[in-house]
């Protein structure tokens, strides 16, 4: 199984979420909690499931550990994580 991490969107002003290792929801994916195995992704969802009245639809994502944290694996959630693909001043 990947690593993984939750992510959504908060209801507030729709900025994409990730749930950190304090069960609150930061805006930062270097900040999100890891999950490494299948029982570790399913505390993750339940966690942010108890929060789900701050998101709209959390959902887990498959990323790479990397020096920087952790990384999307695919493009649409890289987008998500860090911004824009085109206009890099506006870049998390």
């Keep these: ?5 939750l ?4 209801l507030s ?4 979420v990730f749930l ?3 069960g609150r ?4 994916i270097a900040e999100a909690r890891v999950a490494e195995e299948k029982a570790d992704a399913e ?9 789900g009245d701050e998101v709209v639809a959390p959902y887990l994502i498959d990323v790479a550990l ?11 959630e890289r987008i998500r994580a860090f911004g824009p693909s085109i206009h ?3 870049a998390k």
């Excluded at 199984?1 to 991490?5: G, I, K, L, Y």
């Excluded at 990397?66 to 649409?76: D, F, M, N, T």
């Design 88 to 90: 890099p001043q506006f």
């Design 66 to 76: 990397e020096a920087q944290g952790p990384k999307p694996l695919r493009y649409r």
């Design 43 to 51: 505390a993750l969802t339940g966690a942010g499931e108890a929060r």
């Design 1 to 5: 199984m990947p690593h993984q991490v």
């Design 25 to 28: 929801w930061c805006e930062h």
């Design 7 to 10: 992510t959504a969107n908060r």
């Design 13 to 16: 002003d729709g900025v994409v």
């Design 20 to 22: 950190d290792a304090n």
